[in-house]
Structures are given as C-alpha cells and as structure tokens.
C-alpha cells in the first residue's frame, strides 16, 4: 500500500507531440485538437482532490487533447498515437477517484464525452457511445419501462468511464460490484498501429471490464438493463448511527432487494446538502427501496429507533439518493470542512459488528455506510496528518477484520497481473494511459 511507483517513461518527444497534433488536425480539423493550457489543465484534473495524498503529488499533464466527434474517428486517433510513439490516454466526465484518468507522462488525452449517442435498446440491454453519461442511460431506460443494472453515485459520469474505471452503486445490492454480468458487449479500441474497433461479445467482453484504459479505449458498449421497479425512497432518522447502521443493514436483506440503502451518523448527515428530509443533528438511513417491501423496511427500520422523515418517489427523487451514496458523502465533507478530512475505502461486517472500534481507528473517524451485496461497505473518514498516519491505521482495521482498498494510489489494483497479460497483447507498445503498474 505504501509501496513506490516506478514506472517505465514511454520514449517520446516534444517532435512527435508536434507531428501527433499535426495529424490530429489533419483528421479532425482546428477545433477537435488542443494544446491551449486552459485545455490542458482541465484534462489534467480528476477526482483525486478527495486525497490529500494524492493532492500533494504531481500526477501528470497531457502534451495534447483531442475530442473525436464519430466513433470511426477514435481508431484513425489510435493508429496515430501508436505510430507516433505517443501516449493516449481515454477520458471520460473525469470524476475518477484515484487519478487514473490524469497522463502520468502526458501525450494525448481523448475526451470522449462528445460520442455520446444512445444507440439502441432491447427488452433487456441498452447500446451507447462510452461517451454517454449513466444519467441519460438511466433516463433512457425508465422511459422504456427498464432501469439499469448498476449505475455510480457520480451520476454525470460517462459509461466508458464507469466501465472501465467504476466498480459499484446503485444496483449493487441485487448485482454486485465489479460489474459482473452488466456488460453483454463492448466496441474496443486496441493500441496497435492498424487499429480498429473491434466487437467483443459476452466472455470476450468482460475482461476489457475495469482496466482503466490500459488494455483497450472503450467506443461503445451494450449494457444490460431489468424491468423497473415501483421505486420509494424513505429518508429515516436515528438519535444515532449506532442504531442507525444496524438497522440499514438489516433492511438490505428484505426482498425484493433495495436498490441502494446509505446510512451517515449525524456529524456527516450535517454536511450533506439541506434537506427537511436528512434532519441536523440526527443520523439518517436512505434508500431506493422496492414500494412491496416500504412497509417492512420502515418497520424494521422503526423498531430500531428511526422515524421516517419522508417517502419520496419518481427518477429524480432515485437520482438524488444515489449521489448521497459512496463517495458523495465523504466530498461534501470535504466541502463543508475544507483541507481537514482523507478516506479508506472499507467493508466487511465488522463496519457494524465494530463500528466503534473501526471509527477509533483514525482521529476524528467517522464512517460512511452503504450496504452492498451481502456485505457493506464504508469510507471511513479521519483527520489527516501525514501519509503514515493513513497507512498506519491500515493493519488496525484489518486486525478488526475490516477489508481495506486505499484511494491514495493511482495505479491498477484490481487483478493487476491479469490485466497486464491482456494489455501485452493489446498493447505491446505500452502506450495506453501508461504509468498504472507498480514495477
Ligand atoms: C464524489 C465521487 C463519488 C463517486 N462515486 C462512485 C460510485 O458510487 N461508484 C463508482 O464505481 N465510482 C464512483 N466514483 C468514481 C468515478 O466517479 C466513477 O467510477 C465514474 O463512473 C467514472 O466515470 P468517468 O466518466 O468520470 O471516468 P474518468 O474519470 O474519466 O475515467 C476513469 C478511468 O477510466 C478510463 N476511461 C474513461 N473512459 C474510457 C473509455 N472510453 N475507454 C477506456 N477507458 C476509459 C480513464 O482512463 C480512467 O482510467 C466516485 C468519484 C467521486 C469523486
């Protein structure tokens, strides 16, 4: 966790940046490439301001940005790179956590958010550009009587972005994380210099599923997507969290299944933004919770000590329960106290059965629940002091039989050896958003 990155620094020049840009503007005229710092900077920025760890570090800045317009545009952006010897690295909305979506050493970032088209949809799956934001998708899908499978609390946030640098949400409760089963089909990009989109379907596809953009640079992917629900969303308070956790997760396991349950003691519900619903000074439990199941989620929930605040429906009433779920919290935290708060990305049981314990871990902790699928998950919230004072609590939470995943890395730590065998063959010049192995 606290080991060094020392990645190899692809071999490539300001003349081969220059040339790249030439091409670019050859194949996608003045206004589809960028050098201007205003460009630059902003392609340079992600969600990693949620660490002072990593907000400390020089994470990188692209050379180059380009926006294609048409899907049969990324590849011929592709084969130049390549052939240039130039970086590129694939960019979504930019609201990953950990950094990995910033150039570690430059080259060209491609923002895709302009291949944005819904493309198709089946009883079953909807089809888009990766451009396309989950939000539209989720939308799209309620007005064909559908909803999706999963989609993150960073709703704005772009499908090939989700897919590739995601991991869990809305949804995860009934379909767990990782986005196993969600992804029926993906149009890929691979780094070769006579690249095309290629097609993957079902057992090819999943492996390209999580691989921030080192393996392949998503242009389209088919999702899958469920009949809707009758949706409620009941807004519960506690005196406190020590009631409150409990009882959301006992709530988790009514069928049918939640859509999303999130629980915050009263300190974070106070950061939250205003709402008659998530009352001052008293712990909340929220959810997206299926109308034949409201009864006894709320009697469960009362009989803990709650007292429902309110029952809100429709899609925008869901939408805003999922971003005060996952990280929101710990952003609007960070928001309302500024320069003060890190986070551990946590789960198992023992964020309930310990929860004393696990927040005594860090200095002023404060923990952030959401139950997961058959688990729960947490962020943990404590005063920073130093990176060792981070990594120290590490084996103090694992002791309480914690799981820990640390949001101060910004390198591939999820199956990384596998993911590397995929990307030898996907890209043997190692030039797909370079600088995410530990070495
Ligand atoms: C406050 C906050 C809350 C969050 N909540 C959640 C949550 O609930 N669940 C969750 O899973 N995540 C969450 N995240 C992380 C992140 O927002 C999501 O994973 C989001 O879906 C990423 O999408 P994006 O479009 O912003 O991707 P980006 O940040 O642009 O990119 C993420 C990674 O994917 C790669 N990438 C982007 N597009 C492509 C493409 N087309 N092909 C190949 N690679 C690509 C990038 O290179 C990068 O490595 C949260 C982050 C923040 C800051």
Redesign the pocket.
């Known amino acids: 966790m606290t080991a060094a990155l020392t990645p190899t620094r692809p071999e490539f020049g300001r003349e081969d940046v220059d040339a790249l840009v030439d091409d670019l503007l050859a194949l996608l005229g003045p206004r589809g490439v960028s050098t201007l710092d205003r460009a630059l900077d902003r392609a340079a920025r992600?969600?990693s301001?949620?660490s002072p760890i990593l907000s400390a570090q020089d994470l990188g800045r692209p050379d180059a940005v380009c926006y294609p317009k048409s899907a049969d545009q990324v590849p011929a952006i592709v084969r130049a790179a390549i052939r240039r010897g130039v970086p590129i690295?694939?960019?979504?909305?930019?609201?990953?956590?950990?950094g990995?979506?910033v150039p570690r050493f430059g080259g060209l970032v491609?923002d895709?958010?302009s291949?944005s088209a819904v493309t198709g949809r089946t009883d079953t799956t909807i089809t888009a550009e990766?451009?396309a934001?989950?939000v539209t998708l989720e939308q799209a899908a309620w007005e064909a009587g559908r909803q999706l499978w999963m989609?993150?609390?960073?709703v704005?946030?772009?499908?090939?972005?989700?897919?590739?640098?995601?991991?869990?949400?809305?949804g995860?409760i009934v379909h767990g994380?990782n986005h196993m089963g969600f992804v029926e089909s993906l149009d890929?990009v691979f780094g070769h210099e006579d690249a095309e989109i290629v097609h993957l379907t079902g057992l090819d596809a999943q492996p390209l599923v999580h691989?921030?953009?080192?393996a392949?640079?998503?242009?389209a992917a088919t999702v899958r997507i469920e009949p809707l629900q009758q949706w409620r969303c009941p807004y519960v308070s506690f005196d406190s969290h020590h009631e409150a956790f409990p009882a959301a997760r006992a709530a988790g396991a009514i069928a049918p299944l939640p859509r999303l349950l999130s629980a915050d003691r009263a300190e974070l519900v106070g950061a939250l933004p205003a709402d008659p619903a998530l009352v001052r000074d008293r712990a909340n439990v929220r959810g997206i919770v299926d109308a034949a199941a409201l009864d006894e989620t709320v009697a469960v929930l009362e009989a803990a000590g709650g007292r429902v605040e309110a029952v809100r429906e429709g899609l925008p009433q869901t939408l805003r329960v999922?971003t005060l779920?996952?990280?929101?919290p710990?952003?609007w935290l960070q928001k309302a106290v500024p320069d003060t708060y890190f986070h551990m990305e946590v789960s198992g049981d023992a964020l309930v059965t310990r929860l004393r314990e696990v927040e005594a871990v860090y200095e002023g902790g404060m923990l952030h629940l959401?139950v997961g699928h058959g688990t729960v998950f947490g962020m943990l919230n404590g005063v920073y002091r130093s990176p060792e004072q981070v990594y120290a609590g590490v084996p103090a939470l694992r002791a309480l039989g914690v799981s820990v995943h640390s949001p101060h890395q910004s390198y591939v730590d999820l199956d990384a050896d596998r993911v590397r065998a995929i990307a030898r063959g996907t890209d043997p010049k190692g030039l797909?958003?370079p600088g995410?192995w530990l070495e």
Do not use: C, E
């Open positions: 992600d969600g301001g949620l690295t694939a960019r979504g909305k930019g609201t990953g956590n950990y990995q979506v491609m895709m958010t291949l990766a451009g934001r989950m989609y993150p609390s960073t704005q946030s772009t499908l090939g972005g989700f897919l590739a640098g995601g991991s869990a949400g809305t995860t994380r890929v691989t921030y953009g080192v392949g640079i998503i242009v999922s779920s996952y990280n929101h710990t952003w959401d797909l958003n995410r």
